[in-house]
């Protein structure tokens, strides 16, 4: 079988145009504050290419960063700060925080109108209304790259192999709506699910979200179907540059000559989550400006 392969790239450069066009035309300048604490290697690495979109598109950025000792009164106090800020217009606390720091508190501190990262607790209480709010950024992604590569969705049964809130209760909400990019019948897996390997077989669209190399193969996948791979994982590798390489949740065997189309690792969804997160800036920017 001949697999398509779904980039991510493309539907990004797609979204960054459509938002540097009116960065542009506008001479409006959308600000975005990140707020670190300690020095996470991955955190970095995240942040430093949220900067970089921001450059990129000509937004306006901030990053704090934090030791990792700082106290949650200290952030706490920041947020407040950042929330009553008139030239920022999106927040976005990263995670992992330290474990003295209370993470869901410390989200649902950010104003749900800067909250563009889509956490907190009013916005993911909108999601499961159908009601408009921000949503967490790699499931609107996912949907995205999904409409973009004409992915039909009305109607297929979709196995969605992970519950984080950072990714799979959305992502579920988001199918499950009545709306033009949802009406799927969709069935949420985890570490509890009987006989994973039968339940994901039956689905026309499979989402690994675990964070485990290769955790989903053939036997996961029914032939034809579509794969959406989320995992962006490090595997030990001599022979490559950096010494790792990045591997997704699915294991290669259920991909190329077996889906019918699958998203990349690297080259997927990882690329659509900044992206989204520089489009939720915006209308976050757009929103508080009619709001005035």
């Known amino acids: ?33 990140v707020v670190l604490v300690g020095d996470d290697p991955a955190s970095c690495v995240y942040v430093a290419g949220k900067g970089r979109a921001c450059e990129k598109l000509g937004f306006h950025h901030v990053t704090h960063h934090l030791p990792a000792d700082t106290s949650e009164g200290e952030i706490l106090r920041l947020l407040a700060a950042l929330n009553d800020a008139a030239d920022i217009h999106g927040i976005l606390v990263q995670i992992p925080l330290p474990g003295h720091i209370d993470a869901a508190r410390v989200q649902a501190a950010v104003a749900p109108r800067k909250d563009v990262d889509g956490f907190h607790p009013e916005n993911l209480g909108r999601l499961l209304a159908g009601r408009p709010g921000f949503v967490p ?14 992915v039909e969705l009305a109607g297929r049964e979709v196995a969605i192999v992970g519950r984080s809130v950072i990714v799979g209760r959305p992502l579920a909400m988001l199918l499950s709506l009545k709306a033009e990019l949802g009406n799927a019948t969709v069935t949420l897996c985890h570490s509890a699910t009987r006989d994973l390997a039968a339940v994901t077989r039956r689905a026309d669209l499979v989402v690994a979200a675990m964070g485990v190399p290769g955790a989903l193969d053939r036997d996961h996948v029914a032939e034809g179907a579509v794969v959406v791979d989320v995992g962006i994982n490090r595997v030990e590798d001599p022979a490559a540059k950096k010494g790792y390489r990045l591997v997704g949740d699915v294991a290669p065997d259920a991909l190329d000559g077996w889906a019918s189309a699958y998203t990349p690792v690297p080259g997927g969804v990882g690329l659509m989550t900044i992206a989204m997160l520089m489009r939720n800036t915006w209308e976050a920017m757009v929103q508080q400006e009619q709001a005035r």
């Open 1 to 33: 079988m001949e697999s398509r392969k779904l980039s991510g790239a493309v539907v990004r450069d797609a979204v960054f145009a459509c938002l540097a066009r009116g960065v542009e035309t506008s001479g409006r300048k959308p600000g975005l504050a």
């Open 137 to 150: 950024c790699t499931p609107l992604g996912i949907i995205e790259m999904l409409r973009h590569h004409g």
